[in-house]
């Protein structure tokens, strides 16, 4: 019997082609499915929850002042915290004229949340503050340091140097104040008056503030004195410093444009009622 060698290696030849055609299409099909599935997981997946169910809005660490942290996880209604001393507890939210407030039932623990920054208060006192979600504002907070006024028994806590290159401090840190028995009153300066003390009502937070601003130019600079009253635990208290505004034109392009976008965008508010918030009274001994 005479064996056609050629016909089995043409047979042999196409069904191995035949094979490896197969394989490929089976791997391209399992491919696209594994593709598939991975869309319509990401297009249709749940919200993640918490133990109960909630959905989560967002989720941040804030860094605060001596190397504290918060951990927040956001909900519609309620924040759930945990704090770098091993506490964690669930506040529902609470009312507030500015930022996000939430609290305990007698609101001896509230946490606020304006932006990126919060804060914690525990009775009358301020224990995690200056909280920044950027860690790279974690050096900045730890370069605050403690003020003790052993006169009226009072401390807070203040930048030793403001974050701005054209602003310097002069009476620093503040002076502060408190007497009993006064209300806020506010009178503001009207827009026509040609006075030069300028006084304003402004509200930083949950906190009203009287903003009094006296200034006087002096080579090439303006010196500017402020007070900012407010009420504090049944009491008036007043915190009063000067800061030196260089005249911006004086400097050459583009120092000049730095100095004008600075003076524009520098928020003195927040660094005040960041002092406020750390203002306590301390225990006599």
């Not at 089995?8 to 593709?35: D, E, S, T």
């Not at 004229?97 to 039932?105: D, F, I, L, Q, V």
């Not at 502060?176 to 040609?194: F, N, P, R, W, Y």
Request: glycine share 4%.
């Amino acid at each position: 019997m005479k064996i056609n060698f050629l016909k089995i290696n043409y047979f042999m030849k196409h069904k191995i082609l035949g094979k490896i055609k197969r394989n490929k299409i089976i791997a391209i099909v399992a491919v696209l499915i594994v593709v598939i599935a991975g869309i319509f997981f990401f297009l249709y997946r749940k919200p993640a929850v918490n133990k109960t169910g909630d959905n989560v809005i967002n989720s941040v660490t804030f860094y605060c002042s001596g190397n504290k942290s918060i951990q927040a996880i956001f909900f519609a209604d309620k924040v759930e915290l945990s704090l770098s001393d091993g506490r964690n507890m669930l506040l529902p939210q609470a009312i507030s004229a500015s930022g996000a407030r939430y609290a305990n039932s007698d609101e001896s623990f509230v946490f606020w949340n304006k932006g990126n920054t919060a804060f914690i208060n525990e009775g009358d006192a301020a224990t995690f503050e200056n909280c920044s979600i950027d860690a790279v504002n974690q050096e900045e907070n730890n370069s605050w340091q403690t003020f003790t006024d052993k006169e009226q028994n009072l401390e807070f806590q203040y930048p030793a140097n403001l974050t701005a290159k054209y602003i310097h401090t002069v009476s620093w840190p503040p002076i502060i104040t408190v007497k009993a028995g006064q209300q806020l009153d506010c009178q503001e300066t009207s827009a026509a008056s040609s006075l030069p003390q300028r006084v304003k009502r402004r509200q930083v937070d949950n906190r009203v503030y009287c903003v009094s601003a006296s200034s006087e130019g002096a080579a090439g600079s303006v010196y500017t004195e402020y007070s900012y009253t407010t009420a504090w635990n049944g009491k008036i208290a007043k915190l009063s410093f000067t800061l030196r505004y260089p005249q911006c034109y004086n400097y050459d392009e583009p120092k000049q444009t730095e100095c004008k976008n600075e003076r524009e965008s520098f928020d003195l508010d927040s660094v005040i009622d960041r002092i406020f918030t750390s203002l306590k009274e301390l225990t006599r001994i």
